[in-house]
């Protein structure tokens, strides 16, 4: 799910930004932000623990690999994307919505590589 999810931000939703008015655009992402949490947060909340409960019962290589893409995901999320959400919530600007589709890549291959993972390690 998460990963067809993000494919849909990346060449949908992100790059739909640019063509909203200037003057609901910040009304427009607390509307988004608060939308789509409702979908992305339960869903990675999820797919934490059970890379967090495969690791800890199975102790393979593959379950610590897929553990580390998570927290990877995880961590840019916080560290890049939030935060370049929360500089969108001040008004349009076509630099930083390219910024937040630039950094959004990392995840969506993180996610497309966690996907490849799990199919080609089954």
Request: charged share 10%.
């Amino acid at each position: 799910m998460l990963v067809t999810l993000i494919w849909l931000v990346q060449l949908l939703i992100y790059p739909s930004f640019s063509y909203y008015d200037p003057q609901i655009f910040g009304t427009a992402m607390v509307s988004h932000q608060g939308r789509i949490s409702w979908v992305v947060i339960p869903l990675m909340l999820t797919e934490l623990a059970l890379a967090v409960m495969e690791a800890w019962t199975l102790r393979t290589s593959i379950s610590f690999i897929l553990l580390g893409i998570v927290l990877s995901i995880w961590l840019t999320t916080f560290l890049l994307q939030v935060p370049q959400h929360q500089k969108l919530l001040q008004g349009k600007d076509e630099r930083k919505i390219q910024n937040l589709i630039r950094g959004n890549w990392i995840r969506t291959i993180l996610w497309t590589g966690k996907f490849l993972t799990l199919l080609l390690g089954q």
